[in-house]
């Protein structure tokens, strides 16, 4: 969620928190009845579309993580075993090709990292019957290989989650625009009828109703008319 979704929210739960403290007053008014339960059915929504969003980014996040720890790993152990090769056989441009320090590689953007990798197992790879003797194996250069693709399926996900986080975020800001209509309408109105007998509940009522931006501690948009 965005900070205007979140001030919003902020001030949708702060009403709620308003009627649901006053039922009593309002509970023997259907139209008021059934306008409040559409609106804790809309925040019910809010709150579940909220979770997809956050989770989705959070688990993409962390699985990149590990996925980069472990692909950094691997490299380090093609990368010693084909240096050592490349020194001994005065290979200059394979030497140049694994000559990454471990901290350089962990510094790296995902996307670069995913090339980097690529190319110390192409570069290495027509070597491999030679490099036995340096302790490098078929298996674990294809192992390498492996965990670079993973690595670059991976990197690409934050990339569909921000259109799906989009997409939440467009349905968020219809849920709250249907929500907004639902006060307007409906609720602002009809609590409006408790004023002469009731007033202090109405008052709290209209401060809720205003909007404010948490970072600012300001209000952003003014309360419910008069």
């Known amino acids: 969620m965005n ?8 001030m949708y739960l702060a009403v709620k928190n308003v009627l649901d403290s006053n039922q009593k007053l309002w509970s023997s008014v259907p139209a008021l009845v059934r306008a409040i339960q559409k609106l804790n059915d809309k925040l019910l929504t809010i709150n579940i579309l909220r979770a997809e969003q956050e989770a989705s980014i959070k688990g993409v996040t962390m699985n990149k993580q590990d996925r980069k720890a472990v692909l950094i790993q691997t490299a380090m152990n093609v990368i010693g075993k084909a240096r050592a090769y490349a020194t001994d056989k005065k290979n200059q441009e394979l030497a140049e090709a694994v000559k990454y320090p471990k901290t350089s590689l962990e510094q790296t953007r995902d996307t670069t990292l995913f090339h980097i990798c690529q190319m110390i ?10 490099m036995g003797e340096y302790g490098l194996t078929n298996t674990e250069l294809n192992d390498l290989k492996a965990k670079t693709d993973a690595y670059g399926e991976i990197v690409q996900k934050p990339r569909e989650v921000i259109s799906k986080r989009k997409t939440t975020g467009e349905t968020l800001n219809s849920v709250m625009s249907d929500i907004d209509k639902l006060f307007k309408e409906q609720i602002d109105n009809l609590v409006k009828t408790f004023e002469e007998t009731n007033k202090d509940v109405v008052h709290t009522y ?21």
């Not at 900070?3 to 902020?10: A, F, G, H, T, W």
């Not at 197992?121 to 030679?130: G, L």
């Not at 209209?206 to 008069?226: Q, S």
């Open 3 to 10: 900070d205007r979704q979140e001030n919003k929210l902020s």
């Open 121 to 130: 197992y192409d570069k290495s790879m027509p070597y491999i019957n030679e």
């Open 206 to 226: 209209k401060n809720a109703r205003a909007i404010v931006d948490i970072g600012k501690r300001k209000a952003e948009e003014t309360k419910p008319e008069e």
